[in-house]
């Protein structure tokens, strides 16, 4: 009887906040395989880079990109053709050099630009380099994001992670500033796959630039954090940066909790949850140690094909159990609940961000899935979010475009 009117309560509070809280995907099972694109109907067609003739002279090709292309936000995405076949693409900016993986002839590649001009090179051994210039000219916006990492009281800051792998608050900030940016990009390139402009979300930064990762101390211990269920998790930060933040109605959340925990024995997870609703989004840490802590480790993360519950982690993956998938799901589902924060629902189209489409957020930033070529992405937006996200004002393209 308590419990049920422990529930009333809940549901009765958020609906005098009037927010609708939508916990992710209860209506689509999670599946073993990538969802094909469905034909007609609803579906988003994306951009496919064309194939050579023949025969041809190997060539470096962008797909995604013209030259002297602007955009709004700083990590690019480069996707295309490299015909020769070469196992990897080298992208250089002076300053830096990093090589991406390519599959097949298929490449993805990420890129840092600095505001201005970047004129970006492209290299693989037997082909003739290709350059492109992509002017970076900073999307401005009032309105914007405030990515959050989430301690109990008594909470150190640290989180589940295998044996090795660095887990204190340090690294947990440096995975979340990551993904805010990797989700950023993620949002334009969707959008421009479903033919739309590049835009996206601005997020709060540093004077330095880099992204700005605010620590919340909830004033509840591990203990009590524990025993609550995600939903009132939710209700517990809403209310808590409803009275600590005067910004609190000007601004949107992303938050992250450090304290979910796993029990290999029970294979119960705690304090772990995914829920967005009004201006919060709020996702468990179970996975964060599979996410990269910069640039650096993107391509080491989505290649990872270790099993999670070889280690006694939780596994949240869409079936999949390797640490790349739980990557990806767990970018994916945390930028889903952001989704909702942006006025994006539940479609129906299985390939959409807000279905499980989610899963295959990778898809955006690899060109190889396990041994499989990824010629194009399955993640897609159905047509009813292109166009949530085309009339947000939250969400922009470059200052001068
Ligand atoms: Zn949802």
Same mark, same amino acid.
């Given at each position: 009887?308590?419990?049920?009117?422990?529930?009333?309560? *809940?549901?009765?509070?958020?609906?005098?906040?009037?927010?609708?809280?939508?916990?992710?995907?209860?209506?689509?099972?999670?599946? %073993?395989?990538?969802?094909?694109?469905?034909?007609?109907? &609803?579906?988003?067609?994306?951009?496919?880079?064309?194939?050579?003739?023949?025969?041809?002279?190997?060539?470096?090709?962008?797909?995604?990109? #013209? +030259?002297?292309?602007?955009?709004?936000?700083?990590? /690019?995405?480069?996707?295309?053709?490299?015909?020769?076949?070469?196992?990897?693409?080298?992208?250089?900016?002076?300053?830096?050099?990093?090589?991406?993986?390519?599959?097949?002839?298929?490449?993805?590649?990420?890129?840092?630009?600095?505001?201005?001009?970047?004129?970006?090179?492209? %290299?693989?051994?037997?082909?003739?380099? %290709?350059?492109? !210039?992509?002017?970076?000219?900073?999307?401005?916006?009032?309105?914007?994001?405030? /990515?959050?990492?989430?301690?109990? #009281? +008594?909470? @150190?800051?640290?989180?589940?992670?295998?044996?090795?792998?660095? $887990?204190?608050?340090?690294?947990?900030? !440096?995975? *979340?500033?990551?993904?805010?940016?990797?989700?950023?990009?993620?949002?334009?390139?969707?959008?421009?796959?479903?033919? &739309?402009?590049?835009?996206?979300? $601005?997020?709060?930064?540093?004077?330095?630039?880099?992204?700005?990762?605010?620590?919340?101390?909830?004033?509840?211990?591990?203990?009590?954090?524990?025993?609550?269920?995600?939903?009132?998790?939710?209700?517990?930060?809403? &209310?808590?940066?409803?009275?600590?933040?005067?910004?609190?109605? @000007?601004?949107?959340?992303?938050?992250?909790?450090?304290?979910?925990?796993? +029990?290999?024995?029970? !294979?119960?997870? *705690?304090?772990?949850?995914?829920?967005?609703?009004?201006?919060?989004?709020?996702?468990?840490?179970?996975?964060?140690?599979?996410?990269?802590?910069?640039?650096?480790?993107?391509?080491?993360?989505?290649?990872?094909?270790?099993?999670?519950?070889?280690?006694?982690?939780?596994?949240?993956?869409? /079936? !999949?159990?390797?640490?790349?998938?739980? $990557?990806? %799901?767990?970018?994916?589902?945390?930028?889903?609940?952001?989704?909702?924060?942006?006025?994006?629902?539940?479609?129906?189209?299985?390939? +959409?961000?807000?279905?499980?489409?989610?899963?295959?957020?990778?898809?955006?930033?690899?060109?190889?899935?396990?041994?499989?070529?990824?010629? #194009?992405?399955?993640?897609?937006?159905?047509?009813?979010?292109?166009?949530?996200?085309?009339?947000?004002?939250?969400?922009?393209?470059?200052?001068?475009?």
């Amino acid at each position: 009887m308590m419990r049920r009117w422990i529930v009333v309560m *809940i549901v009765a509070l958020g609906v005098i906040a009037g927010y609708a809280i939508r916990p992710y995907c209860p209506l689509t099972r999670p599946s %073993t395989q990538p969802n094909p694109p469905a034909a007609g109907g &609803q579906e988003t067609k994306p951009v496919e880079p064309t194939a050579p003739p023949v025969d041809a002279a190997p060539t470096i090709q962008v797909a995604n990109l #013209s +030259d002297g292309e602007v955009v709004g936000y700083p990590l /690019l995405v480069i996707s295309g053709r490299a015909t020769g076949k070469p196992s990897k693409v080298t992208v250089t900016l002076p300053g830096q050099s990093r090589n991406w993986p390519a599959a097949e002839s298929f490449y993805r590649a990420m890129v840092q630009l600095n505001p201005g001009d970047n004129d970006i090179r492209l %290299t693989a051994p037997n082909h003739p380099d %290709t350059a492109i !210039r992509i002017r970076y000219s900073p999307a401005q916006n009032t309105r914007r994001l405030r /990515l959050l990492y989430v301690l109990s #009281s +008594d909470g @150190d800051g640290s989180f589940q992670a295998p044996p090795g792998e660095p $887990c204190d608050q340090v690294s947990a900030v !440096r995975r *979340i500033a990551t993904a805010g940016r990797m989700q950023q990009t993620a949002i334009a390139e969707l959008l421009h796959n479903a033919g &739309q402009p590049r835009k996206s979300f $601005c997020l709060e930064c540093n004077p330095d630039g880099s992204v700005d990762v605010g620590i919340v101390q909830l004033p509840l211990t591990t203990r009590q954090l524990h025993t609550m269920a995600g939903l009132q998790i939710w209700l517990e930060l809403y &209310q808590y940066l409803q009275k600590t933040d005067p910004a609190f109605s @000007d601004r949107k959340y992303l938050a992250f909790l450090s304290m979910t925990q796993f +029990d290999s024995g029970t !294979r119960k997870v *705690i304090a772990h949850t995914a829920l967005g609703g009004g201006n919060l989004a709020l996702y468990g840490s179970g996975n964060l140690h599979t996410w990269p802590q910069s640039l650096d480790e993107i391509v080491s993360r989505f290649s990872d094909v270790r099993v999670v519950s070889d280690f006694g982690l939780y596994d949240d993956s869409a /079936l !999949r159990g390797t640490f790349w998938a739980n $990557c990806a %799901t767990g970018l994916g589902a945390s930028l889903h609940e952001l989704g909702h924060v942006f006025g994006m629902v539940h479609s129906g189209q299985s390939t +959409d961000l807000m279905e499980r489409g989610f899963d295959h957020i990778n898809h955006l930033f690899m060109p190889v899935e396990g041994n499989q070529p990824i010629p #194009s992405s399955v993640l897609q937006l159905a047509a009813s979010n292109v166009q949530a996200l085309s009339d947000n004002p939250w969400i922009v393209g470059p200052s001068v475009p």
